[in-house]
């Protein structure tokens, strides 16, 4: 597909909120752009003088996430052209970018306000530069911003590389491809509600789907079930919503099933785009604002497991639910975000 028609597409799609072209998704088609279509797009939306910024920003977003016949990292000639048209950038754009543009982006940060600008870009540029300067600032970025942190002096994974995605069942396939979604025996000594199974493949996640709108819930595993984390502390803000948090809420709808999609660790770390993000590993959504919880025994940080949207348990669900495990404890945790 030539580059004009590819951006032509993409802004009709987006204009008319649909997200699906006459036969595939917009991330498919982003998927399938060979090495030369990829360049020529990029080269092409730099140049392009009818678009304004944001727009071209989604056109990056997409192929950052979607584009690998090109290679592991796009063109440095784009990162150059964003760090010289704006510095307000998805930082997911930048998941993609080659070693030397986390120096190109130290060298960029000569002012408190320049660095507070850069902070996100370069915590999606994963390496040892990018974690040596982190470390030396006390902005928030320096944390796990990008799906990692640095502990004891080492660089740490937050996340997991397969990723396993899910779509709703029609009810025909086969028991074990379904997720439970079903509330279990134990229950939550907040609300006294009983927790929720979300995803039972390679270990089992839960929580209470209440509490955890308003703080993080940790679990533990007992026996091969999910049973409440006594270290849990009740915070200000739920003690302050415990009449809503009562109400309580109904039994998950929905049963979903394994899909067969292969996909990489990028393509769920955008809200921006129209891909599913109900998936085991990879990175989160919105990992660029993500409190990764710390282990409540041992305190390490908590390696992101999976993620389901609030749409995929009930019709009028909404939001996003993180979960986490402890990989030293077999604990678990589960927080969310709306936004």
Not at 178 to 197: A, E, S
Request: with cysteine; charged share 30%.
């Amino acid at each position: 597909m030539s580059a004009d028609r590819m951006l032509e597409l993409t802004m009709e799609l987006l204009e008319s909120g649909m997200m699906w072209g006459e036969v595939k998704p917009l991330y498919k088609l982003y998927e399938e752009l060979s090495p030369k279509e990829t360049a020529e797009l990029i080269d092409y939306t730099i140049d392009n003088q009818k678009l304004d910024s944001w727009d071209k920003q989604v056109v990056y977003l997409y192929l950052a996430l979607y584009s690998y016949q090109i290679g592991e990292y796009l063109p440095d000639k784009l990162y150059t052209h964003l760090m010289k048209e704006t510095w307000d950038s998805y930082p997911e754009i930048f998941l993609r970018a080659a070693p030397q543009v986390a120096e190109m982006l130290i060298d960029a940060a000569k002012t408190e306000e320049m660095r507070a600008q850069i902070m996100p870009l370069l915590s999606a540029v994963r390496t040892e530069k990018s974690a040596e300067f982190l470390a030396g600032t006390d902005h928030r970025w320096e944390d796990t911003a990008g799906g990692w942190c640095v502990e004891k002096g080492k660089i740490k994974t937050l996340y997991r590389e397969e990723v396993i995605p899910f779509e709703e069942s029609p009810g025909t396939e086969e028991e074990d491809r379904w997720v439970p979604l079903k509330r279990i025996d134990r229950l939550c000594r907040f609300c006294r509600h009983p927790l929720t199974l979300i995803f039972n493949q390679k270990e089992p996640l839960g929580s209470c789907l209440v509490c955890s709108c308003y703080q993080t819930i940790y679990t533990r595993m007992e026996q091969g079930e999910i049973v409440w984390h006594e270290k849990n502390k009740k915070t200000e803000i739920l003690e302050q919503c415990m009449d809503r948090v009562l109400d309580g809420y109904p039994n998950p709808e929905r049963k979903l099933r394994r899909s067969r999609e292969f996909r990489r660790i990028t393509y769920s770390a955008s809200v921006m785009t129209d891909i599913s993000h109900t998936q085991l590993g990879g990175l989160p959504c919105r990992f660029d604002h993500l409190d990764y919880p710390d282990c409540p025994d041992c305190g390490e940080k908590m390696i992101f497991a999976g993620q389901i949207e609030g749409q995929d348990i009930w019709e009028w669900g909404d939001g996003m639910y993180y979960f986490y495990v402890c990989e030293n404890c077999s604990n678990g945790a589960c927080n969310y975000d709306q936004t």
